[in-house]
Structures are given as structure tokens and as C-alpha cells.
DNA sequence: TCGATATTCTAATAATCCTTAGAATATACG
DNA sequence: CGTATATTCTAAGGATTATTAGAATATCGA
């Protein structure tokens, strides 16, 4: 068949972007910079690795594009090519979910301890946010707050949960939230603030995945 | 941290879908089976590989969930173990058509000779369909156009266009489509009907972009 | 039951990727 | 200008993955 050829160059093209996914280091490199622009020691730190292995990591998201860097004094940053990226991730974690069984165990433990706030829907948590019912907290690092956050949330970094604890208002039902389901910042943040007394529960989706959703444009989360 | 043994075990399954995606051939065969079930023969034969390879890529895609087998006689059948594995593939596909140049060429390439009919919306189609003022032809392997075809299509496979053209009017504007826009049987539906005084195009999306962009429901499709 | 067919399993080699360490580059700061 | 810092590049071994061939399994029909 005379279209073999390129139809082979066509598959080998999207399995580039395959390969650059293949890789749970280099996901939970994408699911970070999904919050915004991060340094190669940040997100070292953030997945664990040593710099030269996120550095090489790097290099393949950068050959598939779907990262680029630009210099910045004397640090590199990085950032995701486009929304699709964020989508992809989201897609990618989401028939993850649905299909691996235990990956759906390894979730609960980690949404273990806080209630299921979940189920309610995106909407009506957003209206009670709204009515100042319900408070919506954003315990990523502030940067990230910076870059986009869920309407109507409120910065408190889990760094400086514990000395800020007093400004929260203990009669209200609080919902934390970070980067996504696989974010451990808001269970810790729910586990503090449930020993201290407080109605906090955890928010599975971070902004990424509200961002998929099609729930939220782009100008409410400035 | 207490949480990253169970960080890397989330983030490793998701890998095992990427790992899935990978591979050139395993995106070829995720395309064929958006359509409908197909035996391992089929798919070599479709991805032009050998049976035993087939094979061994098929328990890839087995054991990350995307695909499930079942035996029919001395055959065995493969599906898609859900829509959203169409939907990944389609997201993984546009992703790689937005950033890698490379693609956006070789595609251009292989959509070269068709008029760019793409550029109307999907909705004008359609409606151009239903008033018969153009005609939609799904020139898939009947099977495929049976499991689930666009509104107002009309099936006449590739194989047979050369005995069957007669039964196409002349006068009308021809859209064919086939599985995607990596499809080459439109193409060369297309190039063929042309060659014989027709006015044709054809169109670059199959079902499962269709699907994906949510502007169809499943009940218009069969 | 036997042979034919469709597919999987096993084992082995070739190809690719991961990871680490050391050298190189590029920028800021003194 | 020289030194410190952040990062990349290069090279090399170990670990995976791809591909192929041969043996094994499971079904159908004679």
C-alpha cells in the first residue's frame, strides 16, 4: 500500500507524545506544571528525583512540546505548551481511574480521613462559596494561587497553615483543595485543621481538572 | 514524606496507560478498534504487522485495561474497554497535531488532493445532509459502518466503489469519511471518484472525533 | 478423536530507555 | 575577570521493551 509510509510516520509522531507520558515521573512533573511555570529544582524537589534526572526527564517533554523553557537569569523555566497539555493529563488520569482497579484502591487511601465532599456537585459548592457558606481554600504554595485558583478561594499555603490557622473561622465548613486528586497538600491541610477542631474536608479536583471540565472559563480564576 | 510511597504507586499506573500509548502500532490498532470489535488477524493485517505481534501488543493494551478480549469460536474479539479510550486517543492525537510540526506536515500530505472541506462546520454539514444537498459517504468496511456511523451517511466501502459508483449521483458534492484523519480509504475513495467526474472531498474526521467533540449523541450514529 | 485454524505463551536476541556520574555551558555576583 | 550557581550535555552500564521463532492451547468440523 502506497500510503504505509506515511500513515507509519503519522502513528510514530502521536506515539512521541505517547512515549513522553510513559513515564510516572514525568507525569507528576506535567500534573505540577499544570499549576504554572516551575525551575528544574523545584520540580525535582516536588517528584523526588536528583536535578540531572529531572533534567533529562525535561528533555524528553521538551522534545515531544509539550513543555518548553525559557532561561530566566540564572534558573530555567518551565511550562506546559498549551491547555491541551493540562487536558491530556487529566485524560490520561482519568481512564487511569476508571479502568485500574487498583489504582482506584491506592486513590481511597489517599482520600481516606477526609469526608466525601465530592459527590456534591461542582456548582452548588461554588454557590455556597458564593453565599459565604462553605470556605474554599487554596493550600497550594502561593505562586500557584497566583497563576489561577477556583473562584471565590482563599490563599493559605499549607507552609503556613499551622501560625495561620486563627484566621479561619471555626463554625464554617471548609473545603481544601491543591493540584488534583493525586495532590496530598489538601489531605494534610484536612488532617491539621480536623485536629484542631475544624469541619474541613477535601476537594478531589484542582484546577486542571475544573479547567477540563468546561465548568470554568478562564476569567474566574484570576 | 509519608505520602510518596503511595504519590509513586498513583503515578506509576497512570504510566502503564502511557506506556500503552507508546508504541506506534498500539495507536494504529486504539484507532481500528474505535470502531468496533475486530479479531487479532484483522488488526495485523490493519497495522501491517505479523499475528504474533499483534498479539503481544494486544496483551499490552490487555493488561493496562484499554482493550478487553473475548472468544468467539476459534476467534478471538477485541474491544475498546470504554468511549474514553477513543476519547484519549483523539486528545493524544490533537495534542501531537498542535505541537509537533512534523505531523501537522505529514498530515497536509496526506489530505493533499481533497478539497479542504473541513473548514465548515459540522453543524452546516449536517444540515446540508439533511436537505440532500450533498452526501455523506462512509466508505468503512460495512461492519464498522453498522456498529455506528455519522447521521445522514450512506455506506459504500472503498472495496466495493468501483463496481458501485454508478449508483452516486454526479451532480452532487460526495464527503467521504472513514475512521479518522490518519485514514487513508477516504483518500483514496476520493482520489478515485474524482478521476471519474465526480465532485468529491473528503472529510478528516471519523466517528470517534465526532464523538469526542460531544456534538453527537450515541442514538444518531446507528 | 484427529487435523486444521486462531491465538497465546515462552524464550532469546536486538534495540531502546533509565539512571548516574563527570565535564561543559551560561549567567550572576563580587 | 574569577567564582558560584543552575542546568545541560555526554558517556556508560543496567534495566526494559520490541521482535521473532517455536511450542502450546483452545475450538471447530470431519
Redesign the pocket.
Known amino acids: 500500500m502506497k500510503f504505509r509510509h506515511i500513515k507509519n510516520h503519522l502513528y510514530e509522531q502521536v506515539a512521541i507524545i505517547g512515549?513522553a507520558v510513559?513515564?510516572?515521573?514525568?507525569l507528576e512533573m506535567l500534573e505540577v506544571l499544570a499549576q504554572g511555570a516551575k525551575?528544574?529544582?523545584?520540580?525535582?524537589d516536588a517528584t523526588g528525583?536528583?536535578?540531572?534526572?529531572?533534567?533529562?526527564?525535561?528533555?524528553?517533554l521538551?522534545e515531544a512540546r509539550l513543555v518548553t523553557?525559557q532561561?530566566?537569569?540564572?534558573?530555567?523555566?518551565?511550562q506546559q505548551s498549551g491547555p491541551d497539555v493540562s487536558a491530556l493529563w487529566v485524560q490520561l488520569r482519568s481512564v487511569a481511574e476508571e479502568h485500574l482497579v487498583e489504582l482506584k484502591l491506592a486513590l481511597d487511601q489517599l482520600l481516606a480521613g477526609a469526608e466525601p465532599l465530592d459527590r456534591e456537585s461542582s456548582q452548588q459548592l461554588l454557590q455556597r462559596a458564593r453565599d459565604g457558606d462553605v470556605i474554599i481554600l487554596d493550600v497550594r504554595p502561593q505562586d500557584e494561587y497566583h497563576a489561577a485558583h477556583l473562584p471565590y478561594a482563599r490563599s493559605l499555603p499549607l507552609a503556613q497553615l499551622r501560625q495561620r490557622m486563627a484566621e479561619l473561622p471555626v463554625d464554617k465548613d471548609i473545603v481544601a483543595y491543591c493540584r488534583g486528586p493525586f495532590c496530598v497538600l489538601a489531605s494534610q491541610a484536612v488532617e491539621l485543621l480536623i485536629a484542631n477542631g475544624y469541619r474541613a474536608a477535601k476537594l478531589a479536583d484542582g484546577m486542571p481538572e475544573w479547567l477540563a471540565s468546561g465548568l470554568l472559563t478562564s476569567e474566574e480564576t484570576a
Open positions: 512515549k510513559s513515564s510516572p515521573k514525568r525551575t528544574v529544582e523545584l520540580l525535582a528525583i536528583d536535578i540531572k534526572l529531572a533534567s533529562a526527564h525535561l528533555r524528553v521538551r523553557a532561561r530566566e537569569g540564572r534558573f530555567m523555566s518551565y
